[in-house]
């Protein structure tokens, strides 16, 4: 954060020089935005701020870059944009934001209160839009309020379950007269988060596990932002469980660890999967019983009681009934439920023995890894992941859009620490991956960052590589070029007969008809990017350590992928997760009865 700026408290400024010293008092280091009429006047004082301005491409690319840089901080992202449709053109990251609990204050222009209900020029309602995909939004008339609602949104976002906060201004406030006052305290009496547990609820929680034989610990992305890695180490080092972690938790506990079973749901693990359904006990730990988790909610996990902990109440027996509910920080849960067992085995001489359920699970992980077929010719693109993790190493961050990459990058990257793996999770927004992997080297300048795209996401925002070029941001795209919408194509195959309607890209090679539009390569080049192409895997590790080698720009890799493959194991959308399939090629499928 930013050392806190003193300026004369009776000094009259604008509304717009009060919003800019608010963000320099809110520690804000970075803004992504595009200038525009309503939020014009706050562009003139940004300009001598100490607050780094990006110049993004696309309000969307602002969006997802503030989304970037407060997964790999911790810290609140900011984005900016005036009225009309540069707001509207933040609503998706703002959605996306919203389904994945990422912290961001959105601020936008708006026309002149005067002008507000009229249909003015680029007059939209952004704050009614955004009202349902908020925690909070704001619209100020009052340069006098600017102050205060800034500092009530930063708090709003960063605290609880955290997200986005809309500030909407009318542009006569960032024009009107008006002094400085940044307040000492929040007087917001219906927002106080809950963030200690009740310790009743955890001695219970404790007494189901202690009394379970086949618990899981099924973590998501509370565990995450509560910044809870090393407590939930803890814990599953203490009881021996075996753990799964969601989408959004990979990383939170590490790959390389006995333990861990991997991801569970539609295109999960088979033993993240297995161990889910077969368990007696569901210890959720920042998990929203999300559908890609779930599939048919009725046949999930059976047998199996529930202790659910979540900082959000509502989260609390929405999809399933929690026999043990806990309202916290997964980070004060964990730490009180590690307490409660130590007391219950030190005094009382009472713990569970999950050994049997523990072996029984490894077996059936070691049975069943995630595997491939490679083809006969080409690249197979999980092979190109696999050795970009490899050399990229776990110190890196990986991004990713959405598709068949996304999972292929979810499985086949190492995840060894928290904050190394970003993506669209609840939202699914392709376009993602290439701003968020800008707003995460911005916010870890000194780390390597790849965005694993493929060639449908990668069109949607590639734009922005206009920005890391111009701005310094060296960020690696690796393309995942199979010339098609992968996982819709998938799905034709799938479901469809092999009937692909409208899911052919033409981005690859004339060897399969493509006429490549674009070149990426070329397109990396006109971007003031390097643009390298690999086909083959003879050459695949020379040509990502090539990438690595160069620090200066963003480098682009289209990676032309064979184009049949698939996304294994899955699970068919609204099936129960007992009738999970594998790649029949490899491996049996398997029966959920044989365990």
């Known amino acids: 954060m930013t050392e806190q700026v003193t300026r004369p408290q009776t000094e009259t400024i604008t509304g717009a020089q009060s919003l800019v010293r608010a963000l320099e008092q809110a520690g804000v280091e970075v803004i992504f935005g595009i200038p525009g009429g309503a939020i014009l006047p706050a562009y003139d004082p940004l300009f001598d701020s100490s607050i780094r301005h990006i110049l993004v491409r696309h309000e969307q690319g602002a969006g997802h870059a503030a ?15 005036t009225s009309g ?21 959105a601020i936008t222009g708006q026309v002149s209160s005067q002008l507000i209900g009229t249909d003015g020029f680029q007059e939209a309602d952004i704050r009614g839009i955004t ?36 500030v909407d201004i009318a542009k006569d406030a960032l024009q009107g007269a008006t002094t400085f006052e940044w307040p000492t305290e929040l007087a917001l009496p219906g927002y106080r988060p809950t963030t200690r547990p009740h310790g009743k609820q955890v001695r219970e929680a404790a007494r189901l596990l202690v009394a379970a034989e086949r618990p899981v610990l099924y973590v998501g992305g509370g565990v995450l932002k509560a910044n809870a890695s090393a407590e939930l180490a803890m814990l599953a080092e203490l009881t021996q469980i075996p753990v799964v972690t969601t989408l959004m938790a ?6 390389s660890h006995e333990l861990n079973l991997g991801m569970p749901g539609m295109h999960g693990t088979v033993a993240a999967v297995a161990a889910l359904q077969k368990s007696d006990l569901l210890v959720t730990l920042g998990a929203r019983f999300d559908d890609r988790v779930t599939g048919n909610l009725d046949s999930f996990a059976p047998d199996a009681k529930v202790i659910h902990a979540d900082i959000d109440p509502a989260e609390i027996s929405k999809n399933r009934t929690a026999d043990v509910p806990i309202v916290g920080d997964c980070k004060e849960v964990i730490s009180d439920l590690v307490v409660a067992l130590r007391k219950m085995a030190d005094e009382d001489g009472v713990q569970g023995d999950y050994s049997a359920w523990k072996n029984q699970m490894l077996g059936v992980k070691a049975k069943f890894p995630v595997a491939y077929d490679k083809p006969a010719e080409g690249l197979a693109p999980q092979t190109v992941i696999e050795r970009i993790s490899a050399i990229a190493g776990p110190e890196a961050v990986y991004s990713s859009g959405v598709g068949q990459h996304q999972m292929w990058a979810a499985h086949f990257v190492d995840y060894e620490r928290p904050r190394q793996w970003l993506n669209s999770g609840g939202a699914g927004t392709m376009g993602y991956g290439v701003p968020a992997a800008m707003g995460a080297q911005v916010g870890a300048p000194d780390r390597v960052v790849w965005a694993i795209d493929g060639d449908g996401c990668f069109q949607m925002t590639n734009q922005e590589l206009a920005t890391c070029a111009l701005e310094g941001i060296p960020i690696k795209v690796a393309v995942i070029n199979n010339s098609s919408l992968g996982m819709v194509r998938q799905w034709q195959t799938l479901f469809y007969e092999g009937r692909y309607s409208n899911t052919d890209l033409n981005t690859g090679p004339e060897s399969i008809g493509a006429r490549r539009i674009p070149d990426f390569v070329k397109l990396a080049d006109a971007y003031g990017c390097v643009g390298l192409r690999c086909d083959s895997e003879a050459d695949l590790d020379a040509t990502i350590e090539k990438a690595m080698a160069i620090t200066d720009r963003p480098v682009v890799i289209d990676f032309v992928v064979e184009r049949d493959a698939m996304v294994w194991p899955m699970v068919a959308a609204g099936t129960s997760n007992d009738d999970i399939k594998i790649a029949r090629d490899l491996a049996p499928e398997w029966d959920g009865e044989d365990l």
Do not use: W
Request: glycine share 10%.
């Open 67 to 81: 989304q970037g840089y407060a997964m790999v901080t911790g810290e609140v992202g900011v984005c900016m944009a």
């Open 250 to 255: 990979r990383g939170v506990f590490p790959d």
């Open 131 to 166: 009202m349902p995909i908020t925690k909070h939004s704001y619209l100020v008339t009052d340069p006098a309020e600017i102050p205060r609602v800034i500092a009530e949104a930063f708090h709003i976002a960063g605290t609880g379950r955290p997200g986005p906060v809309l």
């Open 85 to 105: 449709p540069g707001a509207t053109n933040l609503v998706t990251a703002i959605a996306d934001a919203y389904m994945d609990s990422v912290p961001i204050v």
